[in-house]
């Protein structure tokens, strides 16, 4: 069974770092497409990055520079680094699974997110 | 800066029939958008039912289907049930790794 596992949320000072994991099991990560989608309290779902399965990594622009996407292969989960956090950060981040092929991907398995508190 | 857009909200009778759209500020939706669809109930993770335009997503019963009517992306609910009662999101695939969520649509089935 295809599982995600997140975990690293917590309040943090704008300014500050954080790192979120992304447990992944019934699958292997670096054979998948695996993407973070955060949502901020009572609003949308908002796509922040993904990584490809040959290591290409893409953000939503209002992240570009300050969150980097990364995986442990020998630990079978993803990460997300994000640094300079601002308080407009403050969401459920969620790890997805991505399906599809090589023209698209879509999140097909989801976890249950961690959250991030930005606020001093 | 491209937006995705949904109806805020929208309401139908229990046994009724729904169609929510997902369009672009600018231009039209088509299948090379690749829309998925997305259902979330409060408090819980969002769960897949359409993946490229029209493929239900394992599980999701067949009174959910997606299509492109005119210049937009759908998802048609036939025989609403109570439980459809959520929020609602499309994405498109706008190519070189990026996806853009519309704003959801609250559907309400009473």
């Known amino acids: 069974e295809v599982q995600l596992v997140e975990s690293g949320g917590a309040l943090v000072q704008p300014g500050g770092s954080l790192r979120l994991s992304c447990a992944a099991s019934?699958?292997?990560?670096?054979?998948?497409?695996m993407s973070w989608v955060r949502q901020a309290p009572g609003k949308g779902l908002e796509w922040v990055s993904i990584?490809?399965?040959?290591?290409?990594?893409y953000y939503v622009d209002s992240v570009k520079g300050r969150f980097t996407i990364s995986r442990d292969n020998s630990k079978n989960t993803v990460y997300l680094q994000m640094n300079s956090l601002r308080p407009e950060d403050t969401a459920v981040y969620y790890c997805?699974?991505?399906?599809?092929?090589?023209?698209?991907?879509?999140?097909?398995?989801w976890g249950k997110g961690t959250t991030v508190t930005v606020s001093s | 800066q491209t937006v995705v857009t949904q109806e805020p909200s929208f309401s139908v009778s229990p046994g009724g029939t729904v169609t929510l759209t997902c369009g672009l500020s600018s231009g039209s939706v088509s299948t090379s958008y690749y829309p998925t669809w997305y259902q979330q109930t409060p408090g819980q993770a969002p769960r897949t039912l359409i993946y490229n335009t029209n493929t239900r997503s394992s599980g999701v019963p067949d009174r959910f289907s997606g299509s492109i009517l005119g210049n937009k992306a759908a998802l048609t609910i036939t025989g609403a049930q109570a439980d459809d009662e959520s929020d609602y999101y499309c994405?498109?695939?706008?190519?070189?790794?990026?996806?853009?969520f519309g704003g959801g649509t609250q559907l309400t089935v009473l």
């Open positions: 990584i490809y399965s040959g290591g290409s990594t």
């Open positions: 997805a699974v991505c399906g599809g092929d090589s023209y698209y991907y879509y999140m097909a398995v």
């Open positions: 994405v498109l695939y706008m190519g070189s790794g990026i996806s853009v």
């Open positions: 019934g699958f292997t990560v670096s054979s998948n497409y």
